[in-house]
């Protein structure tokens, strides 16, 4: 990738030169776009760094950092903690050579894994590396969802065939004695064909067209509802040639397959009877009538399939809100803090930074006061955040081998974080403020960790041995064991249980921590106090991303919600296609069965009975399309089972708590699908029994 303006970071840039490389939208937000900002410098944390390139405005990375795309790029400085071995944090993105396949840069990149080892075994063996296409990395934790919503768009795309070729059908029944007159005079099947061909292109392009458009509304009302980071690459969603060829293509071969629905018809017509009957008949063939149930029944199926997945999702976000945190967000602000400068990069100036931080945000109105500063703590990662990992074991215990040791997340916490955030103590004591950098290493585990190291024996006073090799900030040695924390969610509301090591932070200082407070009012007035108390301190210090822990639990449902809306949107579509189609085949078949209404009028039959007659059709194809349905609900939920439930280690779940034969979900789909069924039969069942009997006898 050239920049657009300026130059690359070169390698001699590597030793840690203070230049930088800016994106189009940074460049474009902080200097104006400016053509003579390369060569310009600007502050970067207090540090003078000198612009030496733009990157081109459709240059993206979002999807490979795991967040938001980045702004500004550095060169990556080897001689400082990235010099260590046990460093695991970098990704490598490389091009292979032509002609390489993956699966030979896999073996070879295998080999300089285990030759390292042996030449590094401390800090190298046992590790391998793992490659992957670039193109794939994009969407790892999407495809599963990019393939449901796909699948989806197919259910609904099949249901809109189904209706037209229906309708086709019906209307090519009612010009069987049109058809039959042009086979007598000599036409071809070819002939009709390319008419047919012709009426229905009329249709499937403009329709197309409109479908385009619609889509590219559509698409910003979608980008507006996305939340951030719901979906790989979602800024370069568009509408494009290669999307506009594929809608044209998409159209033109259904129009093929739906106008071949007359040839059906005319395959084995009778020409003699077809031309005797009547101008007004409508009469459809028996073979016909089965097609047309067929399809109305293929719709009502993949109706009730899409149906029963928005039921599951539905019950998935019902059951995620009931979720157990562990910990209790109410009333609590948050805001992320970088200690600035150079000289906060030192244990002891990173102590006095964050105490005086405490101190000042425990005087701001609004927060609520109590002793011992239990109003504030000090967090390196929150809960729901994720956070680092530190390998251990436990001491007195025989060691696994090198590369297979357990691994904890790892916080740095404050004495007040667990009455802040209101985690209970299961046993042993919490932080004070005597564990001091002076005093014996001591740490708080939580019941997985016991679990799996302890077999849930109590371990306190236990030591844990802190092993190389995980966060370089927690010095490896060991840890006395003084406290028993209750499980909380670290990473999602639907996660695997995760081990938790938790250290006193004045034992442990970062320069990066979060603050956690207890508010009595609302969030946004406390949070512009709160800023302006802590940048009075250190004005070059970062504060940023100020938020209640209420706000950071929606956060975590808005994918949920996006995905709720998107199944939603899909079987409301399918739903509505199908009660279209229902709808147009009981009315064909009042149409055809005039005469017979009018027969049974005469001779006594009641309004009643007619309507009777009407339903009991529409009812037989609606049951049927259920049973189908429910068929192949159970079969896709067999086959689909591991890509909808979290993986752990592997990917997470589409769906939470419900199970893919969920009783509740089935009924709501087959009671939706009935009930539309029952609505879209109501005007064609009245009209049945407005049949004038001597009107329809004289029109035969």
């Known amino acids: 990738m050239k920049p657009a303006l300026g130059r690359a970071l070169r390698r001699e840039e590597e030793a840690g030169a203070r230049v930088a490389l800016l994106t189009d939208d940074f460049w474009r937000t902080h200097f104006a776009g400016a053509s003579d900002a390369v060569g310009q410098t600007f502050q970067l944390d207090r540090q003078p760094y000198t612009i030496v390139g733009v990157l081109p405005a459709d240059f993206h990375l979002e999807s490979v950092t795991g967040g938001a795309d980045p702004q500004v790029f550095v060169p990556l400085d080897f001689t400082g903690a990235r010099s260590q071995r046990g460093d695991r944090e970098l990704a490598v993105i490389g091009r292979t050579k032509g002609g390489v396949s993956l699966a030979a840069a896999s073996a070879e990149m295998g080999l300089l894994a285990l030759r390292l080892g042996v030449e590094h075994p401390q800090d190298d063996a046992g590790w391998g590396v793992h490659i992957e296409n670039l193109r794939q990395s994009f969407t790892r934790y999407d495809r599963t969802l990019l393939y449901l919503f796909l699948g989806f768009a197919v259910f609904v795309l099949l249901i809109a065939c189904a209706n037209v070729a229906g309708l086709q059908l019906v209307r090519a029944a009612g010009r069987q004695r049109e058809y ?70 998409i159209s033109l071969s259904i129009a093929f397959l739906v106008a071949t629905a007359p040839l059906f018809l005319t395959r084995k017509m009778d020409l003699d009877t077809a031309l005797r009957e009547g101008s007004k008949s409508v009469a459809a063939t028996p073979r016909t009538q089965r097609r047309l149930n067929a399809l109305i029944a293929a719709e009502m199926a993949l109706s ?60 701001v109105g609004g927060i609520r006061h109590f002793a011992h500063l239990e109003n504030v703590a000090l967090i390196s990662d ?71 190291a302890f077999a849930g024996q109590s371990p306190i006073g236990k030591v844990l041995e802190i092993l190389p090799g995980g966060d370089s900030s927690i010095p490896a040695g060991p840890i006395e064991i003084v406290g028993l924390a209750s499980n909380a969610k670290e990473l999602g509301l639907n996660e695997v249980a995760f081990a938790d090591i938790y250290l006193p932070f004045a034992q442990n200082p970062q320069r990066t921590m979060s603050l956690a407070a207890k508010t009595n009012g609302p969030a946004a007035g406390i949070a512009a106090s709160l800023r302006k108390a802590l940048q009075g301190l250190d004005p070059d210090s970062a504060l940023y991303n100020p938020q209640t822990f209420d706000d950071i639990i929606a956060q975590q449902f808005r994918g949920q919600r996006f995905r709720l809306m998107l199944v939603s949107v899909f079987a409301g579509l399918a ?33 009643a009975a007619i309507r009777r007659l009407t339903l009991a059709r529409s009812t037989r194809l609606t049951l049927t399309g259920i049973a189908c349905g429910l068929g192949i609900s159970l079969i896709l939920g067999r086959f689909l ?60």
């Not at 479908?211 to 370069?236: E, F, H």
């Open 180 to 249: 039959a007159l042009r086979v007598a005079l000599g036409a071809r099947r070819g002939t009709l064909l390319r008419q047919a061909l012709a009426e229905t292109a009329w249709i499937a392009l403009p329709g197309g067209a409109a479908g385009a458009l619609l889509a590219t509304w559509g698409l910003a009302g979608l980008r507006a509802a996305m939340p951030p980071g719901s979906l790989a690459r979602a800024t370069q969603i568009s509408i494009d040639l290669p999307v506009l060829a594929f809608v044209l293509a």
């Open 304 to 363: 009730f399939v899409l149906l029963f997945g928005a039921g599951l999702f539905i019950g998935s976000h019902s059951r995620l809100k009931e979720v157990a945190l562990g910990f209790d967000p109410h009333d609590v602000l948050t805001v992320r803090i970088t200690a600035g400068g150079a000289q906060r990069s030192s244990p002891t100036a990173q102590r006095v930074f964050y105490r005086e931080a405490m101190r000042r945000a425990t005087e």
């Open 382 to 452: 929150l809960p729901l955040a994720g956070g680092n990992w530190i390998p251990y074991a436990v001491a007195g215990h025989p060691r696994p081998p090198h590369g297979e040791e357990p691994e904890s997340l790892v916080r740095v916490v404050s004495p007040s974080y667990f009455g802040v955030l209101g985690i209970p103590l299961l046993a042993g004591r919490a932080f004070t403020n005597l564990d001091s950098e002076l005093a014996p290493r001591v740490a708080i585990v939580n019941e997985n960790l016991v679990r799996g």
């Open 575 to 607: 739903a509505l296609l199908a009660a279209v189609g229902i709808y147009g085949a009981i009315s064909f078949s009042v149409a055809q069965r005039a005469r017979e209404f009018g027969l049974r009028m005469a001779l006594g039959a009641m309004p």
């Open 641 to 700: 089972k591991s890509a909808l439930y979290m993986v752990p280690h592997q990917h997470p779940g589409l769906i939470y708590g419900v199970g893919i034969r969920d009783p509740l979900s089935l009924c709501a789909a087959a009671a939706i699908v009935l009930a539309l069924a029952a609505i879209a039969c109501l005007a064609p069942a009245r009209r049945a029994t407005r049949v004038d009997p001597s009107a329809a006898l004289r029109d035969e």
